[in-house]
């Protein structure tokens, strides 16, 4: 069995309870630096798919941007609103190119990139 796995890095989002006990003792403003800073990165597996097809390409995008939303902060138990406002961040922009170009197959990123200047326009 293929288990190839990408992994997606996004801006980190934490609940005031997940602040580690140093940044307890600094202000509130500084703690959230630097949470923000710290990358996430979440697994995707892919060895089932073939990349060299548009169906799996698009599959693969699709797994990314799943991944890239919850890097970024989003579940699939995030309302609507929130999932649209973080796939239109910095963070999920970043995350999604990265992740496309750290696969480096040809198929996913010419699909990617199409998409993108679709959204563009």
Known sequence: MNNRILVA?????ALAGAVSA???VVSEADAAREIENLPTQ??????????A?????AAM?????HAALEAC?????SVPDYRWATKHSSC??????RAVADLAAPTVTRLYEQRREYASN
């Open 92 to 97: 999920y922009r970043s995350s999604m190119d």
């Open 53 to 57: 097809s548009q169906q799996g390409s």
């Open 9 to 13: 890095l996004g801006c980190a989002f």
């Open 61 to 65: 995008l699709q797994r990314i941007s």
């Open 73 to 77: 902060g989003a579940s699939g138990f």
């Open 42 to 51: 979440v697994a995707i597996k892919f060895g089932d798919l073939d990349l």
């Open 22 to 24: 140093r940044a307890a």
